[in-house]
Structures are given as C-alpha cells and as structure tokens.
Nanobody
Framework: QVQLVESGGGLVQAGGSLRLSCAAS????????MGWFRQAPGNERQFVAR????????TYADSVKGRFTISRDNAKNTVYLQMNSLTPEDTAVYYC??????????????????WGQGVQVTVSS
C-alpha cells in the first residue's frame, strides 16, 4: 500500500498562484509515476499532469500547459504541482495518484493504483 497526503490548497484570486504537494509513504518502491487529477462539482475527474518517477518525464493536459508545472523530490517521496495564472475554471478538488506500473495511458484514472484524499483549490474572479 502507498499512502498519499496532499497539501497546499486554498483560496486564491484569478491570476494568482498555488503550489500543491503530495507526500507518499508506505510501499513507495511501487511508485512508477505520479499524477494529478482534478474534479469540479458536477464534472468527471480530469487528468492534469503526470511525472515518471525515475526519468522525470512530464505530461500535461492541454488546459494547463504553460501554466502548471509538475515536479518531484525523490528523496522526500513528494510530488509538487506549481499552478500559475489561475482562473476560476481551475477551481476543483485536486487529487494526486500513483501508477505502480508504467502505463502509456497517463490520463486514464483507472491506470492509477493509489489515490490521495484530495485538496480543494478555489479561484475567485
């Protein structure tokens, strides 16, 4: 089992920035890649970004490219999501997740094995 704890959410004005963190514990050697998803009220959970643990290869949803940056600290078993130029459309609960085995289907939430509890991000206009 891998346990994930997100932090860093909150309320920010449009155009502002937030940095989310996700700390992993437990069977962290099961961690092949980590991703961020988000879910707004009434919407399905959507892929935001993913980073592979060994090579650090990153992938982003088109809606966040150029504004969000995913990174990791292997020594701390932590992944970060730096979010800049936030808009009200970014308001959602953000979840981090672990892929225990590599999958090219980076945006498919069924390919992720462990999930955090989520953290609220609210962007006011």
């Amino acid at each position: 089992q891998v346990q994930l704890v997100e932090s860093g959410g909150g309320l920010v004005q449009a155009g502002g920035s937030l940095r989310l963190s996700c700390a992993a514990s437990g069977r962290t050697f099961d961690n092949n890649a980590m991703g961020w998803f988000r879910q707004a009220p009434g919407n399905e959970r959507q892929f935001v970004a993913r980073i592979t643990w060994t090579s650090g290869r990153t992938t982003y949803a088109d809606s966040v490219k150029g504004r969000f940056t995913i990174s990791r600290d292997n020594a701390k078993n932590t992944v970060y999501l730096q979010m800049n130029s936030l808009t009200p459309e970014d308001t959602a609960v953000y979840y981090c997740a672990v892929q225990a085995s590599y999958s090219w289907r980076y945006s498919d939430m069924t390919e992720y094995d462990y999930w955090g509890q989520g953290v609220q991000v609210t962007v006011s206009s």
